[in-house]
């Protein structure tokens, strides 16, 4: 593209963030903008669209289509036990405090279609304590949340997801918590009994409760800092004091404004304890 025609493409997708913030309530503006005019220029090309102005019109005409668009602009790729050393970390230096509490309380924050929430489910099982733990998996988009409630996924990746599940100190044969059929496994819904599904924006959403531990983790390196930064005010908020966060290898605290009051539990897989 010329340097004039990425210019014009970049005022059409700012005028269309805002329009859709209009019209649908959800607001992109606080995405990382690289990531954003990639995705839609994907997205053209994927439904042989010529341009935004052809887009803008399914888009507010077709709620179905702007369900697709919202899928392709939240990336929702996810995988169980995706960095087992997260889950092993969290089994090793999290789980044994949280089981001295008689209720636990976890937010899994853009759980997209529920392997992060059953992986979790999966760790807090073996070590005794689903039984008093209610997680909050929440997500912008809800289609992805009514994937996560049936715990259906591909066959194909249960081989990856079974050997990430012993480096991540898996404890029984991982095949327990599923049955196959035809190409696809369904994970026990006794894992997910404890769980609330719920959509929640991070960018515009509130704190709603107060939990033990927070999970967030690939969903703020898809937002600036600005909007990055509300994020980790939110957790704070929601966070009781000695309270963890779980954001894994690719996100920081370090140049937030909540740094100073929380504390390293595992600098690689970046698990934080907010301070007393
Ligand atoms: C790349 S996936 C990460 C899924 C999972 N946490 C993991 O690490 O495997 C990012 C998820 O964040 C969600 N998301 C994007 N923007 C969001 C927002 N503003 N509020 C809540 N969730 C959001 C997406 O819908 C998607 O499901």
Redesign the pocket.
């Known amino acids: 593209m010329k340097p004039e025609q990425e210019e014009l493409f970049e005022q059409e997708v700012e005028a269309l963030i805002k329009e859709i913030h209009t019209q649908y309530g ?2 992109f503006s606080g ?1 990382a903008r690289a990531s954003v005019y990639r995705r839609i220029r994907r997205f053209l090309g994927q439904k042989h669209l010529q341009s935004i102005e052809e887009l803008r019109r399914f888009l507010f005409t077709d709620s179905f289509f702007f369900e697709n668009f ?2 392709e602009i ?6 169980m036990f ?1 960095d087992p050393t997260f889950y092993k970390s969290l089994r090793e230096n999290v789980l044994p405090i949280l089981s001295t509490y008689p209720f636990i309380k976890v937010w ?6 529920g ?2 929430l059953f992986s979790l489910a999966i760790l807090l099982e073996e070590e005794g304590l689903l039984g008093r733990t209610k997680i909050y998996a ?4 809800q289609k ?1 949340l009514r994937q996560a409630k049936e715990g259906i996924f591909s066959a194909s990746h249960m081989a990856a997801y079974t050997s990430a599940y012993y480096a991540a100190g898996g404890k029984r044969d991982f095949a327990e918590y599923y049955t196959s059929n035809y190409g696809s496994v369904k994970f026990n819904s006794s894992l997910v009994r404890n769980v609330v599904f719920y959509p ?6 509130s704190s709603f409760n107060e939990f033990h531990l927070i ?5 703020l390196i ?2 600036n800092r600005a909007l990055q930064e509300r994020v980790y005010h939110l957790f704070d908020e929601s966070l009781v004091s000695l309270g963890y966060l779980g954001l ?1 290898k690719k996100e920081t605290l370090a140049m937030s404004g909540i740094s100073d009051k929380y504390s390293f539990v595992d600098k690689n897989n970046r698990i934080y304890r907010k301070n007393s």
């Open positions: 959800y607001d995405y919202l899928q939240t990336v929702n790729v996810t995988e995706r899994d924050a853009g759980c997209s279609t392997e992060e929440t997500d912008i988009n992805v929640h924006n991070l960018a515009t959403d999970v967030c983790r690939n969903v898809y937002f894994g």
